[in-house]
Protein backbone atom coordinates (compact mmCIF):
# COMPACT_ATOMS: atom_id res chain seq x y z
CA UNK A 1 0.00 0.00 0.00
CA UNK A 2 1.14 3.77 0.02
CA UNK A 3 1.52 5.40 3.26
CA UNK A 4 3.55 8.11 4.54
CA UNK A 5 4.51 9.41 8.03
CA UNK A 6 5.49 12.72 9.49
CA UNK A 7 5.42 13.52 13.60
CA UNK A 8 2.27 14.60 14.73
CA UNK A 9 3.26 17.98 16.52
CA UNK A 10 6.50 19.56 17.01
CA UNK A 11 7.34 23.14 19.07
CA UNK A 12 9.70 25.69 19.03
CA UNK A 13 10.09 29.29 19.78
CA UNK A 14 10.71 32.30 17.30
CA UNK A 15 13.89 32.33 15.42
CA UNK A 16 15.18 28.57 16.06
CA UNK A 17 15.12 26.35 13.61
CA UNK A 18 13.07 23.09 13.09
CA UNK A 19 13.02 20.28 10.76
CA UNK A 20 10.17 18.19 10.14
CA UNK A 21 10.82 14.52 9.06
CA UNK A 22 9.12 12.33 6.01
CA UNK A 23 9.28 8.80 5.20
CA UNK A 24 7.18 7.37 2.48
CA UNK A 25 6.26 3.89 1.40
CA UNK A 26 4.51 4.50 -2.27
CA UNK A 27 3.88 1.75 -5.32
CA UNK A 28 5.66 4.64 -7.92
CA UNK A 29 7.39 7.75 -6.91
CA UNK A 30 7.22 11.29 -9.56
CA UNK A 31 8.12 13.52 -6.78
CA UNK A 32 7.73 14.85 -3.13
CA UNK A 33 5.78 18.04 -2.27
CA UNK A 34 5.07 20.59 0.99
CA UNK A 35 2.05 22.05 2.04
CA UNK A 36 1.43 24.42 4.80
CA UNK A 37 -2.25 24.85 6.02
CA UNK A 38 -3.06 27.45 8.61
CA UNK A 39 -6.70 26.53 10.21
CA UNK A 40 -9.55 27.00 8.77
CA UNK A 41 -7.19 27.90 5.39
CA UNK A 42 -6.25 26.13 2.03
CA UNK A 43 -3.51 24.01 1.75
CA UNK A 44 -0.04 25.97 -0.17
CA UNK A 45 2.45 24.70 -1.73
CA UNK A 46 5.63 25.52 -0.53
CA UNK A 47 8.38 23.51 -1.74
CA UNK A 48 8.86 20.45 -4.46
CA UNK A 49 11.54 17.80 -4.98
CA UNK A 50 12.29 15.27 -7.74
CA UNK A 51 15.34 14.64 -7.33
CA UNK A 52 17.61 13.93 -4.79
CA UNK A 53 19.06 16.65 -2.74
CA UNK A 54 18.26 20.07 -1.41
CA UNK A 55 15.91 22.60 -2.27
CA UNK A 56 16.34 26.15 -0.79
CA UNK A 57 13.18 28.81 -0.86
CA UNK A 58 13.83 31.85 1.39
CA UNK A 59 13.55 30.42 4.65
CA UNK A 60 12.43 26.95 3.81
CA UNK A 61 14.64 24.14 2.28
CA UNK A 62 13.07 20.72 1.29
CA UNK A 63 15.60 17.55 1.23
CA UNK A 64 14.53 14.12 -0.76
CA UNK A 65 16.96 11.03 -0.62
CA UNK A 66 15.11 8.23 -2.68
CA UNK A 67 17.37 5.94 -1.59
CA UNK A 68 15.85 6.35 1.50
CA UNK A 69 12.18 6.99 0.73
CA UNK A 70 12.84 9.98 2.76
CA UNK A 71 12.75 13.41 2.89
CA UNK A 72 12.30 16.52 5.47
CA UNK A 73 11.14 20.19 5.19
CA UNK A 74 13.84 22.89 7.64
CA UNK A 75 11.60 25.64 8.81
CA UNK A 76 14.62 28.39 9.40
CA UNK A 77 14.22 32.33 12.08
CA UNK A 78 10.87 30.68 13.15
CA UNK A 79 8.01 33.50 13.30
CA UNK A 80 4.77 33.06 14.67
CA UNK A 81 3.19 33.24 11.43
CA UNK A 82 4.59 29.78 10.62
CA UNK A 83 2.36 28.18 13.30
CA UNK A 84 0.34 25.91 11.24
CA UNK A 85 0.32 21.99 10.15
CA UNK A 86 2.77 21.00 7.55
CA UNK A 87 2.01 17.95 4.85
CA UNK A 88 3.88 15.99 3.03
CA UNK A 89 3.05 14.65 0.13
CA UNK A 90 4.21 12.05 -2.69
CA UNK A 91 2.76 12.10 -6.56
CA UNK A 92 2.42 8.29 -7.53
CA UNK A 93 2.32 8.34 -10.64
CA UNK A 94 2.37 10.81 -13.79
CA UNK A 95 -1.11 12.51 -12.84
CA UNK A 96 -2.14 15.12 -10.16
CA UNK A 97 -3.10 12.70 -7.24
CA UNK A 98 -1.20 13.30 -4.51
CA UNK A 99 -0.98 10.88 -1.51
CA UNK A 100 -0.57 13.29 1.81
CA UNK A 101 0.66 12.38 4.75
CA UNK A 102 -1.21 12.73 8.05
CA UNK A 103 0.21 16.11 9.13
CA UNK A 104 2.55 17.88 11.30
CA UNK A 105 1.33 20.73 13.30
CA UNK A 106 4.19 23.02 14.09
CA UNK A 107 3.30 25.70 16.94
CA UNK A 108 5.74 28.08 17.33
CA UNK A 109 6.18 30.15 20.69
CA UNK A 110 7.20 33.78 21.63
CA UNK B 1 -6.28 36.77 -10.44
CA UNK B 2 -8.50 34.92 -8.93
CA UNK B 3 -7.51 31.88 -6.82
CA UNK B 4 -9.75 28.72 -6.90
CA UNK B 5 -12.88 29.04 -5.76
CA UNK B 6 -15.36 26.97 -4.25
CA UNK B 7 -19.24 27.11 -3.32
CA UNK B 8 -20.51 26.75 -0.75
CA UNK B 9 -18.30 27.61 1.78
CA UNK B 10 -20.51 25.26 4.61
CA UNK B 11 -23.14 22.80 4.22
CA UNK B 12 -25.13 21.31 6.34
CA UNK B 13 -26.67 17.75 5.13
CA UNK B 14 -28.78 14.97 6.84
CA UNK B 15 -28.09 11.13 5.88
CA UNK B 16 -29.63 9.68 2.68
CA UNK B 17 -29.35 13.24 1.10
CA UNK B 18 -27.03 14.53 -2.18
CA UNK B 19 -24.88 17.17 -2.03
CA UNK B 20 -23.07 18.94 -5.07
CA UNK B 21 -19.85 21.38 -4.69
CA UNK B 22 -18.26 23.30 -7.11
CA UNK B 23 -15.29 24.78 -8.05
CA UNK B 24 -14.00 27.07 -10.65
CA UNK B 25 -9.99 27.02 -11.42
CA UNK B 26 -7.31 29.58 -11.87
CA UNK B 27 -7.89 31.03 -15.52
CA UNK B 28 -5.89 29.23 -17.80
CA UNK B 29 -5.84 25.95 -15.60
CA UNK B 30 -7.10 22.64 -17.12
CA UNK B 31 -6.59 19.96 -14.27
CA UNK B 32 -8.81 20.17 -11.38
CA UNK B 33 -8.68 17.75 -8.59
CA UNK B 34 -11.04 16.64 -5.69
CA UNK B 35 -9.69 16.16 -2.13
CA UNK B 36 -11.19 14.92 1.18
CA UNK B 37 -10.00 16.43 4.28
CA UNK B 38 -10.99 14.74 7.64
CA UNK B 39 -10.17 16.93 10.89
CA UNK B 40 -6.74 16.49 11.78
CA UNK B 41 -5.60 14.03 8.51
CA UNK B 42 -4.41 15.14 5.33
CA UNK B 43 -6.20 15.52 1.73
CA UNK B 44 -7.43 11.78 0.07
CA UNK B 45 -7.56 11.86 -3.63
CA UNK B 46 -10.89 11.46 -4.78
CA UNK B 47 -10.49 12.44 -8.63
CA UNK B 48 -8.73 14.64 -11.23
CA UNK B 49 -10.63 15.77 -14.33
CA UNK B 50 -8.44 17.21 -17.50
CA UNK B 51 -9.86 18.68 -20.35
CA UNK B 52 -13.86 17.56 -18.92
CA UNK B 53 -11.78 13.75 -18.99
CA UNK B 54 -11.87 11.92 -15.67
CA UNK B 55 -8.27 10.86 -15.42
CA UNK B 56 -7.73 9.89 -11.84
CA UNK B 57 -9.75 8.19 -9.24
CA UNK B 58 -9.15 7.51 -5.46
CA UNK B 59 -10.19 4.74 -3.28
CA UNK B 60 -14.06 6.08 -2.69
CA UNK B 61 -17.30 4.56 -3.63
CA UNK B 62 -19.46 4.82 -6.22
CA UNK B 63 -21.65 7.31 -4.48
CA UNK B 64 -18.81 9.98 -5.08
CA UNK B 65 -18.91 11.39 -8.86
CA UNK B 66 -17.43 14.48 -10.38
CA UNK B 67 -17.58 16.07 -13.60
CA UNK B 68 -15.58 18.65 -15.66
CA UNK B 69 -17.46 21.26 -17.98
CA UNK B 70 -16.54 23.32 -21.36
CA UNK B 71 -14.97 26.23 -19.11
CA UNK B 72 -12.77 23.92 -17.01
CA UNK B 73 -14.90 24.49 -13.78
CA UNK B 74 -16.00 21.18 -11.28
CA UNK B 75 -19.05 19.45 -9.95
CA UNK B 76 -18.44 16.94 -7.05
CA UNK B 77 -21.49 15.08 -6.41
CA UNK B 78 -22.28 12.95 -3.05
CA UNK B 79 -25.23 10.55 -3.19
CA UNK B 80 -26.43 8.73 -0.26
CA UNK B 81 -24.50 10.69 2.57
CA UNK B 82 -23.25 9.39 5.51
CA UNK B 83 -22.32 10.36 8.55
CA UNK B 84 -18.59 9.50 7.83
CA UNK B 85 -18.85 11.82 4.89
CA UNK B 86 -18.55 15.44 7.32
CA UNK B 87 -15.01 16.80 6.10
CA UNK B 88 -13.70 19.29 4.05
CA UNK B 89 -13.79 19.09 0.64
CA UNK B 90 -10.56 20.71 -1.51
CA UNK B 91 -10.54 21.49 -4.72
CA UNK B 92 -7.29 22.48 -6.58
CA UNK B 93 -6.34 23.25 -10.13
CA UNK B 94 -3.44 22.86 -12.15
CA UNK B 95 -2.30 23.64 -15.74
CA UNK B 96 -1.53 20.57 -16.76
CA UNK B 97 -2.62 16.77 -16.40
CA UNK B 98 0.58 16.29 -15.15
CA UNK B 99 4.77 16.22 -14.76
CA UNK B 100 3.34 19.62 -12.46
CA UNK B 101 4.71 19.80 -9.13
CA UNK B 102 2.14 22.53 -7.77
CA UNK B 103 -0.99 22.33 -6.79
CA UNK B 104 -3.20 25.37 -6.13
CA UNK B 105 -6.48 24.68 -3.39
CA UNK B 106 -9.41 26.50 -2.78
CA UNK B 107 -10.52 27.59 0.49
CA UNK B 108 -12.86 24.07 0.48
CA UNK B 109 -16.23 23.60 1.10
CA UNK B 110 -17.07 22.52 4.97
CA UNK B 111 -19.58 19.70 5.19
CA UNK B 112 -21.32 18.18 7.89
CA UNK B 113 -23.35 15.46 7.78
CA UNK B 114 -26.34 14.73 10.74
Known amino acids: GQSLEQPSEVTAVEGAIVQINCTYQTSGFYGLSWYQQHDGGAPTFLSY????GLEETGRFSSFLSRSDSYGYLLLQELQMKDSASYFCAVRDNYGQNFVFGPGTRLSVLP | DAGVTQSPTHLIKTRGQHVTLRCSPISGHKSVSWYQQVLGQGPQFIFQ???????GRGNFPDRFSARQFPNYSSELNVNALLLGDSALYLC?????????????FGSGTQLSVL
Open chain 1, 49 to 52: NALD
Open chain 2, 92 to 104: ASSFQTGGEEKLF
Open chain 2, 49 to 55: YYEKEER
